[in-house]
Nanobody
Framework: QVQLVESGGGLVEAGGSLKLSCAAS????????MGWYRQAPGKQRELVAT???????SYTDSVKGRFTISSDNAKSTVNLQMNSLKPEDTAVYYC??????????????WGKGTLVTVSS
């Protein structure tokens, strides 16, 4: 099994920066994609950024140019550098990992989340 633990959330002022980290442990050999979702109060869960084992990254339009996703240690750790934060970025941020088997996609693993609050 895979365990994911997020860290780095907190309270920041608009225009500030935060770096979120996700530490993965367990059987990671089947993990193909890791990334971050977020969910704001009363809002639908939103995919923020992803990175694949091949190094391909993607971002939702609202964070392009401000957020950067990266990974190291053979994809066992994934980070999200968040700059120029806006109050609209306030949400619980969840790390996820998606396995890919020969038979197809597996069920995602999720961390417990870390709260990011951006004040105006």
């Amino acid at each position: 099994q895979v365990q994911l633990v997020e860290s780095g959330g907190g309270l920041v002022e608009a225009g500030g920066s935060l770096k979120l980290s996700c530490a993965a442990s367990g059987s990671m050999f089947s993990i193909n994609t890791m990334g971050w979702y977020r969910q704001a109060p009363g809002k639908q869960r939103e995919l923020v950024a992803t990175v694949t084992t091949g190094g391909t990254t993607s971002y939702t339009d609202s964070v392009k140019g401000r957020f950067t996703i990266s990974s190291d240690n053979a994809k066992s750790t994934v980070n999200l550098q968040m700059n120029s934060l806006k109050p609209e970025d306030t949400a619980v941020y969840y790390c996820y990992a998606r396995p890919l088997f020969k038979s197809g996609w597996g069920i995602d693993y999720w961390g417990k989340g870390t709260l990011v609050t951006v004040s105006s």
